[in-house]
Every structure is written in C-alpha cells, then in structure tokens.
Nanobody
Framework: QFVESGGGLVQPGGSLRLSCAES????????IGWFRQAPGKEREGVGY????????YYADSVKGRFTISRDNAKSTVYLQMNSLNTEDTAVYYC???????????????WGQGTQVTVSS
C-alpha cells in the first residue's frame, strides 16, 4: 500500500502537489495512475505515468493543469495540480499497475487516498 500526501484546502486558482510513495515497494517498476472520487460521484481517472519512459496521459478535465512526474531515485510519483477549481474537490488516490491505462480495474495496489478541497 502507498502513502499519499500533500492534500489539503486550497482556494480556487491555487496549486497543490500530491506525492505517492511506499517504503519497501519500488514504484519504479509500475505504471502509476492517479484517480479521484468526489462525494456522490464515480471514481474518475486523472492520469498515469508509464514505468519505463515516463510517458504520461491525462484526462481531458485536467489536461494542461495537472502534471504527473516520477522521481525514481526516491521511488515517488507526484501529481502537480495547478489552476484548481471547485470541481477538482475529491479524494485523490494513486495506484500501481502493469498496464498504461485509465481503467481502474487494471491497477492492483492502491493508496488510502488524500483529500483535496478547493474552496474560497
């Protein structure tokens, strides 16, 4: 299981950076996906980063605002979120899998989630 950190309360237009790490578990070998779930809504894929070349993919709702990166030396994956709006309010999860996909079922290991609240 992973440890996600970096969530919190931010004003619209603000930024947050989420981290996903796990001691004793090397994220480097896996595709890492980010997902989010808002109250009353289904889980939504945010994006993922590939394990070898670090290729990224983003959902249309966050494209141009969110950036996923990985620091293999630290076995950590980041989700940089800029220009946040109230619709980004959700619990954010990172997950590890073997396939570069936004299908949540393809990811076998999940973090506990971190709350992101965008509000004035």
């Amino acid at each position: 299981q992973f440890v996600e950190s970096g969530g919190g309360l931010v004003q619209p237009g603000g930024s947050l950076r989420l981290s996903c790490a796990e001691s004793g578990f090397t994220l480097n070998y896996y595709v890492i996906g980010w997902f989010r779930q808002a109250p009353g809504k289904e889980r939504e894929g945010v994006g993922y980063i590939g394990r070898i070349y670090g290729n990224t993919y983003y959902a249309d709702s966050v494209k141009g605002r969110f950036t996923i990166s990985r620091d293999n030396a630290k076995s950590t994956v980041y989700l940089q979120m800029n220009s946040l709006n109230t619709e980004d309010t959700a619990v954010y999860y990172c997950a590890a899998g073997s396939l570069a996909t936004m299908r949540a079922s393809a990811y076998s290991t999940w973090g506990q989630g971190t709350q992101v609240t965008v509000s004035s």
